[in-house]
């Protein structure tokens, strides 16, 4: 890491008050080119101290190529989902986020603990609870989501809130690479995807997650959700507009209103 504790918490509080006060402001990586992703998990750290709440799970950024592509970023990364990021109804409501949008995901819950630097994607399927389809809202803090992969890690992957179906057993869905997902808003087939777009699949992703965590001797618990990262690319959901998540084996859809809820 490169940068001073200080500086660490001076700009996790940056970004705490863009999201507070609902404006974004530049990327970190304006002011401070050099910045590493030990400095950025660090700025992430003490952004979710500054929030505070118990961790729900975490959520994967960048797993498909189409998010990779559409944001110029080159690898995947992980962010922390808070209890309070969860929505309780199939609303968002207006003026909570600053430019938030939508992706398809499909979610995994943990049944047991998963840690360690060889997890493979078998041991995910033993440890996997259940699979759920969701819809991730992610909303960047930072001035028309223009921002390197650095600053997207310190802004904890975008994460702004998430919504889950209903669970199924994943015995009951099968092979999740295959699962098929159309994504509309207001009806309108927008994109569509696979969940092999999740690093090749949303056991791999998590499988990922975990070894990634053992670098800094962390690991995943038992009752948390992950999302294994947007099927497609990310969509603009404005006030008024509602997003739905067709996913195909069984597993279900999802349909998420931004602001009042619809008639």
């Known amino acids: 890491m490169t940068l001073a504790s200080d500086t660490v918490a001076t700009l996790a509080a940056r970004l705490q008050q863009a999201a507070s006060r609902t404006q974004a402001a530049a990327p970190l990586s304006d002011a401070y080119p050099e910045l590493t992703e030990a400095d950025a ?9 500054l929030h505070g709440g118990p961790r729900a799970g975490y959520k994967l950024g960048f797993t498909s190529a189409a998010m990779r592509e559409q944001m ?21 409501a207006a003026g909570a986020l600053i430019q938030p949008r939508v992706e398809p995901e499909i979610a995994i819950l ?35 989501y223009r921002f390197k ?4 890690i310190a802004d904890n992957s975008s994460a702004a809130r ?32 696979l969940g092999a777009a999740a690093l090749g699949s949303p056991l791999a992703a998590v499988a990922w997650l975990a070894r990634h965590l053992a670098t800094r001797g962390e690991g995943l618990r038992a009752g948390e959700i992950v999302l294994t990262g947007g099927l497609t690319r990310a969509y603009a959901l404005l006030p008024g507009q509602t997003a739905c998540a067709e996913f195909g084996a069984g597993l279900g859809s999802v349909l998420l209103h931004h602001g009042s809820q619809p008639a």
């Not at 060889?118 to 028309?144: C, F, G, K, N």
């Open 41 to 49: 998990y660090a700025i992430q750290a003490e952004l979710l101290r």
């Open 72 to 92: 110029g970023v080159d690898h995947p990364n992980s962010g922390v989902l808070l209890a309070d990021m969860r929505l309780p109804e199939p609303r968002l």
């Open 110 to 144: 943990l049944g047991r603990d998963l840690r360690g630097a060889q997890l493979t994607p078998e041991q995910v399927a033993a440890a996997t609870a259940a699979v759920l389809p969701a819809i991730e809202v992610v909303d960047s803090r930072y001035r028309d």
């Open 149 to 152: 992969s650095v600053d997207n």
């Open 162 to 193: 998430y919504l889950l179906g209903a669970p199924r057993a994943l015995s009951d869905v099968g092979d999740l690479r295959l699962v098929g997902v159309l994504l509309s808003i207001d009806g309108v087939a927008v994109d569509q995807g």
